[in-house]
Nanobody, 124 residues
Framework: QVQLVESGGGLVQAGDSLRLSCVASGRTFSRNAMGWFRQVPGKGRRFVAAITWNGGTSYSEDTGKGRFTISRDNAKNTVHLQIDNLTPEDTAVYYC?????????????????WGQGTQVTVSS
């Protein structure tokens, strides 16, 4: 059984930084892309960032240039999302996703495995 477990969310203040982590088990993603999406109440999941197996990255244009950094550790089957200079607009549930493909796709449909999500709440 494949599981993706996110951690690192919480309640922070505007301007703070957070590092979200996602550990995968039951399957290695060392040759596949992984990504992060986020969702606010009443709306669908939206792409944040993705990374190929060898470190190629893709970022949403909506998230503010340079504030998000995705990275991965294939030996630990882990992907991270660093978020700097958080704003209240970043408040959302953040989901980790694993793909069977190699490309760092922004499309939700290209990801087959999903975590349960971690809540990030940013106060002003």
């Amino acid at each position: 059984q494949v599981q993706l477990v996110e951690s690192g969310g919480g309640l922070v203040q505007a301007g703070d930084s957070l590092r979200l982590s996602c550990v995968a088990s039951g399957r290695t993603f060392s040759r596949n892309a992984m990504g992060w999406f986020r969702q606010v109440p009443g709306k669908g999941r939206r792409f944040v960032a993705a990374i190929t197996w060898n470190g190629g990255t893709s970022y949403s244009e909506d998230t503010g240039k340079g504030r998000f950094t995705i990275s991965r550790d294939n030996a630990k089957n882990t992907v991270h999302l660093q978020i700097d200079n958080l704003t209240p607009e970043d408040t959302a549930v953040y989901y980790c996703a694993g793909s069977t493909l190699g490309a760092a796709s922004p499309e939700e449909s290209d990801y087959d495995y999903w975590g349960q999500g971690t809540q990030v709440t940013v106060s002003s």
